[in-house]
């Protein structure tokens, strides 16, 4: 189940040490802002930032864990195509190898033609058909399961799509954050 930093409640700050509930609230977060003192204010940036990590550390497993599975899902698809593909493969070479090449080279046997250098025959069809079909397989299993596999693991990256959004309103707030103390 996807969630946001703000989504968790319990995460706030104020609940105890690094967002973990605990018995008492947090002194750092104990009064109004204006009337805090410089320790008190440095303890509740620490604790902010404190949290804040843990709360992007949390994410970050998140999404991997997500990203985990997408990358599974798509390893899984392009695993069942090779595997198809090969099983294909075999096949192709077996049965098209001694059928067709034999049954094409019998029948194409019996077709000569007078030439230069004496009559010839026809009978390499088979070969030439031999080749084509196990190329055709392989066209096959690449267009319909390699390839969307190969495709489909590529959209998992770039990874932490989520993280990094977060991180970026993150910056964004300390430097809005900045600029107010800098007045």
Same mark, same amino acid.
């Not at 230069?116 to 267009?143: E, H, I, N, R």
């Given at each position: 189940?996807?969630?946001?930093?703000?989504?968790?409640?319990?995460?706030?700050?104020?609940?105890?040490?690094?967002?973990?509930? =605990?018995?008492?609230?947090? &002194?750092?977060?104990? #009064?109004?802002?204006?009337? *805090?003192?410089?320790?008190? $204010?440095? @303890?509740? /940036?620490?604790?902010?930032?404190?949290?804040?990590?843990?709360?992007?550390?949390?994410?970050?497993?998140?999404?991997?864990?997500?990203?985990?599975?997408?990358?599974?899902?798509?390893?899984?698809?392009?695993?069942?195509?090779?595997?198809?593909?090969?099983?294909?493969?075999?096949?192709?070479?077996?049965?098209?190898?001694?059928?067709?090449?034999?049954?094409?080279?019998?029948?194409? =046997?019996?077709?000569?033609? &007078?030439?230069?250098? #004496?009559?010839?025959?026809? *009978?390499?069809?088979?070969? $030439?058909? @031999?080749? /084509?079909?196990?190329?055709?397989?392989?066209?096959?299993?690449?267009?319909?399961?390699?390839?969307?596999?190969?495709?489909?693991?590529?959209?998992?990256?770039?990874?932490?799509?989520?993280?990094?959004?977060?991180?970026?309103?993150?910056?964004?707030?300390?430097?809005?954050?900045?600029?107010?103390?800098?007045?």
């Amino acid at each position: 189940m996807a969630f946001t930093l703000r989504d968790r409640p319990d995460l706030d700050g104020r609940h105890g040490s690094n967002g973990r509930a =605990g018995p008492e609230p947090d &002194p750092a977060h104990g #009064g109004p802002l204006p009337q *805090a003192t410089f320790a008190e $204010l440095i @303890g509740r /940036l620490i604790n902010d930032v404190s949290d804040l990590a843990d709360r992007q550390i949390e994410l970050a497993k998140q999404e991997v864990g997500e990203a985990k599975d997408e990358a599974i899902g798509a390893v899984k698809r392009l695993a069942i195509g090779a595997g198809i593909a090969a099983a294909a493969g075999l096949l192709v070479v077996i049965w098209a190898w001694t059928a067709f090449i034999w049954f094409f080279n019998w029948v194409f =046997g019996f077709i000569s033609f &007078p030439t230069p250098l #004496g009559t010839q025959s026809l *009978a390499w069809v088979g070969w $030439l058909l @031999g080749v /084509l079909l196990p190329g055709l397989a392989g066209y096959v299993a690449y267009k319909r399961y390699i390839r969307p596999g190969i495709s489909r693991a590529m959209k998992i990256w770039p990874p932490l799509p989520r993280t990094r959004e977060t991180l970026k309103e993150d910056l964004e707030w300390v430097r809005h954050l900045r600029t107010l103390r800098a007045r």
